[in-house]
């Protein structure tokens, strides 16, 4: 069983940043692909963030060059950097595991285990 917790999500205005975390629990936690989604109201989960254990990494088109995702295997944490933010990044955002590797339009039912989710809010 995996068990994640995700933080760092808040309200900034446009143009802001802020860090995400997913901290886990499981001792191989290190040997997951792990992914940062998002969800607005009234729109469909996207994955915008993966890594891999190798530190690979894949990104959604709409958050290229200004999200960077990254992870610290030591302290079992994934993190999610967002710069310049937009309004349009405004969405409750969860960290997931696959337990199997990362991969472009990869089936969000490949990644079994959910955080609870983390609430960015980007203001005009």
């Known amino acids: 069983q995996v068990h994640l917790v995700a933080s760092g999500g808040g309200s900034v205005q446009a143009g802001g940043s802020l860090r995400l975390s997913c901290a886990a629990t499981?001792?191989?936690?290190?040997?997951?692909?792990v992914g940062w989604f998002r969800q607005a109201p009234g729109k469909e989960r996207e994955r915008v963030a993966a890594v891999n254990s190798d530190g690979s990494t894949y990104y959604g088109d709409s958050v290229k060059g200004r999200f960077t995702i990254s992870r610290d295997n030591a302290k079992k944490t994934v993190y999610l950097q967002m710069n310049s933010l937009k309004p349009e990044d405004t969405a409750m955002y969860y960290c997931a595991v696959s337990g199997s590797w990362c991969y472009p339009s990869q089936p969000q039912a490949d990644f079994r285990y959910w955080g609870q989710g983390t609430q960015v809010t980007v203001s005009t």
């Open positions: 499981v001792y191989t936690y290190s040997m997951y692909c």
